[in-house]
C-alpha cells in the first residue's frame, strides 16, 4: 500500500487529537476532581455513583436534619418536664408541711398564694414552643394548651363557648365533709347592739349547739372546669348513668321563653330520664348556685345529684352513692358520662380540644353586627384527643416519637384541687368570723345574764365547727401528699419516655454519622481521582503531545519526491 503525504498527514493530525483530547480529559479530572464528566465515560462509575448520591442526601436529610430538629424537640420537652417536676415536687412539699404548721386561716391564705402561683407555672409549662409549634399540642401544633392573654382578646371580640362530653370512671368519684353549723347564728340578730339573741326551739338543755354542728360526708364527681353555665342559659345538661339510665336536665321555661326561678333563686329543672332499655324512670336533678347551698341541701336528705356550675361538681349522699355509684355499677366499663355547656373563660384555662370530644360555638361577626355563629366539632374520630403523637422520619424505615401530649402530663386535676383548698379556707375564714361576731356580740351583755351564756353556748358550737373545718382541711393536705405523688408519678413517666427516645435518637444519630462518613467515602472512591497519579499521566500526555508535534513536523518536510 503507498503511503501519501496526506495519509500521515491525515494519521499524524487524528493521533495528535486523540492525545489533546486524553489531556483534555485529564485536565477535566484535575478540575473536578472526578473521574467522569459525562455518564459515557465510564457507565458503571456513572451507576454506581448515582446510588451512592442518593444514599449521601437521604443519610445527610436523617442525619444533620431530620435528628437534630427531634433532637430539639425532645431537648425542650425535657427542659419543660424538669420545671413541670420542680413545680410539682413543691406542691408536694407543701401538702407535706402545711397540715401541721399552718392553723390559722391567715397562716393557710399565705400559703394558698404560693400554691396558686406554683399551679399557674404548671400551666404554663404546657404552653412551651419549637420555632412556633406548640410541643405538647399533638397534631394541633398551632393552638397553645392552656388559653393565652391574646386569646382572651380574641374572645372579647369573638365569643366562644363549648358543648364538651366528658367520661368519669369510679376512681373518678371522691368523698367531701361538710359541716353545718347554721343553728350557731339562727336566732342572733348582731344590730342594733344589745339586741337579745332568740333561742332556737329546737335549742335546749338536752340539746345543745355543739349537737346541732354536724359534719357530713357526701360524695362527688369533680367535672374538669368550674364556671360551667347554668342551665338557665339555655343549655341541656345529659348524663348517662353507669347502668345505662340516659338523663336530660333542663331548666322550665315561662310562656316567653325565660327559665323559672325557684323560691331559693335557683332555676327550676326538668329531667326526663329513660333506662337502658327505653322505660322511663326518676331521677331528682337540682341546680345549685353555692357550694354550700348544696351542701347543705343533701346533708338536710335531697336523694338526687347537686349539680354547682359555679364549681363544677355533681354532688350526691351516701345513700344515693350506694344505689348508683358503687364499685359494680362500674364493671365491665361502664362510665359516668356528662355532657355540658361551658362560655366563661380565662387566662390559663385548658383548651377543651386537647383532651375532650367538644364542640366549639364561635361568633365570627364583629361587635354590633348580627351574630355569625360557626360550629367546629372536635375529636369525633379519636379517642377524646388522644392518639396524636408525632414522628420523625430519622432513618430507613425508622422512627422516632417527638412530642409528649398534654393528656400525659397536665391534668386538670392540678388546678381543680387548689380550687378545693380555696373553697375549705373560705369555709375556715367563714366559722372563724362567726367566732369573732359572736364574741363581739357576748361582750354587749353581763356575764351572769342568759344571753351571755347563751352565746358561750355558741361559741362552744362554733369551737366544734371549727375542729371539724380544720380537720376537713387537715384531711385534705393528707389526701393531696398522695394526689400530688401520683402527678409525680405521671411526671416521671412521660420525663422517662421522653428521655428513652432521646437515647435512642443518640444512637441513631451516631449511626447515621458513621453511615454518613462511609457514604461519602465510597462516594469518593468511586468517583474521586488520584491526584498523583493523574498529575503523572498530565505530564507524560504533554511530553508525548510535545514530541508528537516535533515528530510530525520533522516528517512532514519530507515527500514523496524526497525518495524517489
Known amino acids: 500500500m503507498r503511503m501519501t503525504n496526506k495519509i500521515m498527514r491525515n494519521n499524524a493530525a487524528y493521533n495528535i487529537n486523540q492525545n489533546k483530547i486524553l489531556q483534555d480529559k485529564l485536565t477535566n479530572q484535575m478540575t473536578n476532581q472526578s473521574k467522569i464528566v459525562r455518564p459515557s465515560d465510564d457507565p458503571v462509575v456513572a451507576i454506581r455513583a448515582l446510588r451512592l448520591r442518593s444514599n449521601v442526601a437521604a443519610v445527610t436529610q436523617y442525619n444533620e436534619k431530620n435528628a437534630k430538629d427531634a433532637d430539639q424537640w425532645l431537648s425542650l420537652t425535657a427542659d419543660a418536664m424538669d420545671t413541670v417536676y420542680e413545680v410539682l415536687n413543691k406542691l408536694y412539699d407543701k401538702a407535706t408541711t402545711s397540715p401541721n404548721k399552718y392553723q390559722t386561716s391567715d397562716d393557710l391564705r399565705i400559703i394558698m398564694s404560693e400554691m396558686k402561683q406554683l399551679t399557674a407555672e404548671f400551666y404554663s409549662c404546657a404552653n412551651v414552643d419549637y420555632a412556633g409549634r406548640f410541643v405538647f399540642s399533638g397534631y394541633r401544633t398551632d393552638l397553645p394548651v392552656t388559653f393565652t392573654e391574646e386569646d382572651m382578646k380574641q374572645m372579647e371580640e369573638h365569643p366562644v363557648s363549648f358543648n364538651i362530653d366528658e367520661d368519669f370512671g369510679f376512681q373518678d368519684i371522691s368523698r367531701i365533709s361538710y359541716t353545718d353549723y347554721t343553728k350557731v347564728e339562727d336566732g342572733l340578730v348582731p344590730n342594733p347592739p344589745g339586741n337579745k339573741p332568740t333561742v332556737p326551739n329546737d335549742i335546749d338543755d338536752v340539746h345543745s349547739y355543739e349537737q346541732a354542728v354536724k359534719n357530713t360526708?357526701?360524695?362527688?364527681?369533680?367535672?374538669?372546669?368550674?364556671?360551667?353555665?347554668?342551665?338557665?342559659?339555655?343549655?341541656?345538661?345529659?348524663?348517662?348513668?353507669?347502668?345505662?339510665?340516659?338523663?336530660?336536665?333542663?331548666?322550665?321555661?315561662?310562656?316567653?321563653?325565660?327559665?323559672?326561678?325557684?323560691?331559693?333563686?335557683?332555676?327550676?329543672?326538668?329531667?326526663?330520664?329513660?333506662?337502658?332499655?327505653?322505660?322511663?324512670?326518676?331521677?331528682?336533678?337540682?341546680?345549685?348556685?353555692?357550694?354550700?347551698?348544696?351542701?347543705?341541701?343533701?346533708?338536710?336528705?335531697?336523694?338526687?345529684?347537686?349539680?354547682?356550675?359555679?364549681?363544677?361538681?355533681?354532688?350526691?349522699?351516701?345513700?344515693?352513692?350506694?344505689?348508683?355509684?358503687?364499685?359494680?355499677?362500674?364493671?365491665?366499663?361502664?362510665?359516668?358520662?356528662?355532657?355540658?355547656?361551658?362560655?366563661?373563660?380565662?387566662?390559663?384555662?385548658?383548651?377543651?380540644?386537647?383532651?375532650?370530644?367538644?364542640i366549639e360555638t364561635k361568633n365570627l361577626a364583629a361587635k354590633n353586627e348580627a351574630p355569625d355563629w360557626r360550629k367546629t366539632a372536635y375529636n369525633t374520630q379519636r379517642d377524646q384527643g388522644r392518639n396524636q403523637d408525632i414522628y420523625y422520619d430519622v432513618g430507613y424505615n425508622q422512627q422516632i416519637q417527638v412530642?409528649?401530649?398534654?393528656?400525659?402530663?397536665?391534668?386538670?386535676?392540678?388546678?381543680?384541687?387548689?380550687?378545693?383548698?380555696?373553697?375549705?379556707?373560705?369555709?375556715?375564714?367563714?366559722?372563724?368570723?362567726?367566732?369573732?361576731?359572736?364574741?363581739?356580740?357576748?361582750?354587749?351583755?353581763?356575764?351572769?345574764?342568759?344571753?351571755?351564756?347563751?352565746?358561750?353556748?355558741?361559741?362552744?358550737?362554733?369551737?366544734?365547727?371549727?375542729?371539724?373545718?380544720?380537720?376537713?382541711?387537715?384531711?385534705?393536705?393528707?389526701?393531696?401528699?398522695?394526689?400530688?405523688?401520683?402527678?409525680?408519678?405521671?411526671?416521671?413517666?412521660?420525663?422517662?419516655?421522653?428521655?428513652?427516645?432521646?437515647?435512642?435518637?443518640?444512637?441513631?444519630?451516631?449511626?447515621?454519622?458513621?453511615?454518613q462518613a462511609t457514604f461519602k467515602e465510597l462516594q469518593q472512591d468511586n468517583e474521586g481521582i488520584d491526584i498523583t497519579e493523574v498529575a503523572v499521566e498530565m505530564t507524560s500526555a504533554e511530553l508525548t503531545y510535545s514530541a508528537a508535534l516535533m515528530a510530525t513536523g520533522k516528517i512532514m518536510q519530507t515527500n514523496l519526491m524526497n525518495y524517489i
Request: glycine share 6%.
Open 403 to 515: 412530642n409528649t401530649r398534654a393528656d400525659e402530663i397536665f391534668t386538670h386535676d392540678v388546678q381543680r384541687d387548689l380550687d378545693d383548698f380555696t373553697h375549705y379556707l373560705n369555709q375556715l375564714e367563714a366559722i372563724e368570723t362567726v367566732k369573732k361576731n359572736l364574741e363581739t356580740k357576748q361582750a354587749e351583755f353581763a356575764e351572769d345574764s342568759d344571753e351571755y351564756k347563751d352565746i358561750a353556748r355558741r361559741i362552744e358550737g362554733a369551737d366544734k365547727a371549727w375542729d371539724y373545718i380544720r380537720e376537713n382541711i387537715h384531711t385534705k393536705f393528707e389526701n393531696q401528699i398522695t394526689k400530688y405523688q401520683q402527678y409525680l408519678d405521671d411526671s416521671n413517666v412521660a420525663t422517662t419516655d421522653n428521655a428513652t427516645r432521646r437515647s435512642r435518637l443518640e444512637l441513631v444519630a451516631t449511626r447515621l454519622t458513621n453511615q
Open 217 to 358: 360526708t357526701l360524695y362527688r364527681f369533680r367535672i374538669s372546669y368550674n364556671n360551667l353555665d347554668s342551665l338557665k342559659k339555655g343549655g341541656d345538661l345529659k348524663i348517662t348513668m353507669p347502668n345505662g339510665t340516659q338523663i336530660t336536665a333542663t331548666a322550665q321555661k315561662d310562656p316567653n321563653g325565660e327559665a323559672v326561678m325557684g323560691t331559693d333563686g335557683n332555676p327550676v329543672v326538668q329531667t326526663t330520664a329513660v333506662d337502658k332499655d327505653g322505660n322511663p324512670v326518676t331521677v331528682a336533678i337540682r341546680e345549685f348556685g353555692d357550694q354550700e347551698e348544696a351542701y347543705k341541701a343533701i346533708a338536710d336528705g335531697f336523694e338526687g345529684i347537686a349539680y354547682i356550675p359555679l364549681s363544677g361538681e355533681m354532688v350526691f349522699s351516701e345513700q344515693f352513692y350506694n344505689e348508683n355509684f358503687n364499685e359494680k355499677a362500674f364493671v365491665g366499663g361502664n362510665t359516668f358520662h356528662v355532657n355540658y355547656d361551658k362560655s366563661t373563660w380565662v387566662n390559663g384555662d385548658i383548651n377543651p380540644v386537647h383532651y375532650f370530644k367538644c
